[in-house]
């Protein structure tokens, strides 16, 4: 039999069930089914090399049986793992996956939208860079369901999975706070329509109230992406306000006050402490291993899969918030303040 022509009611025919049972094994559907049935149809399709003909199965079901992934940085750690976990997930329930990259820019995050839609994916998970807001709220409401990860923004109502953030930074600074330190200095890219960076704010303030500390807006310290940090961590440990510990809060912006420090030969955690949301991949193997607060991409990713199946399979609008608790890890990078 030629394999480039196998047809379903060949498979259906071979195993002895019907065109329908073959249809419904094919589709993942096969509950119902005795476990020698299902082990008859997977050895059948092996041994016809059948491959389906998804072109058709989506015109008769209007299903592609296909997600979208958007993501801002595919290159990075988090967003690798949690990619990984989407994968996994889909692959068990036969779903694949087109991933596209953002690269932080609004237009390409809007035309890869543009393109998901058009070629008729069942769904769309998507890390935002902000920008899109009344666009991805649109094609939740009118075209296929979206489900948002890793930052939640202002005025855009998805289902979303992200990390416990404020929970997460409430623990980290009491924890600098029980160490001793009572200047801690805040990290942060600007976070005034990103909700995600306010958690973590108010998960620093809420952890100084609690011991009555005040928070000095003087020891917080802003990055971006193109010109790196405003203000020198070196500069502001030699100044009065001189901090004696500081919480950064992105991988990329730890990374950049450790540099910083190091140039200047400040020792870590000697001279100050050093606390990083988010895990460094081989972070233990630093010359001193960093304490980090560490999220779980993976699960995120997953969750944000489960989710997004879950709409799909209701054929309901529900738009559910889920947070995934973080991790903080112990290493060396914080010891208390000297008196």
Known sequence: MNKNKVRLIDVATKAGVSKSTA???LNGR??????????????????LNYVPNNIARSLKTNKTRTLGVIVRDISSYYTSQAIRGM????????YDLFIYNSDFEPQTEKNALTTLCQLNVD???IASCGNNAKLIEDISNNTVPVVQFQLEHDDCDTGIVVADYKRASFQATEYLIKQGHKNICFVTQKFESVKSRQEKYQGFVDAHHKYDLPVNDNLILHWDRTHGLDTSPVDILRSDLAPTAFFTQQ??????????????????????????FEEIPMAE?????????????????????RM?????????????????????VLRESCCPPKP
Do not use: W
Not at 259 to 276: C, D, F, M, R, T
Not at 285 to 305: D, L, M, N, W
Not at 310 to 318: M, P, R, V
């Open 30 to 47: 096969f509950d119902f089914m005795s476990l020698d049935t299902r082990l008859r149809l997977q050895k059948t399709v092996e041994e």
């Open 23 to 25: 249809s419904q094994f």
């Open 87 to 94: 994968d996994d997930y889909c692959k068990s329930h036969g």
């Open 251 to 276: 991988i990329a912006i730890t990374v950049d006050v450790l540099k910083a420090l190091e140039k200047a030969n400040i020792a870590i955690p000697e001279a100050v402490s050093l606390l990083g």
């Open 308 to 328: 997004l199946m879950d709409k799909l399979s209701s054929g309901k609008s529900f738009n559910t918030r889920m947070l995934v608790p973080c991790e903080l």
């Open 285 to 305: 193997f630093f010359r001193v291993p960093i304490t980090v607060v560490k999220q779980q991409p993976y699960e995120i990713g997953s969750e944000a899969a």
């Open 123 to 125: 769904g769309v998970i």
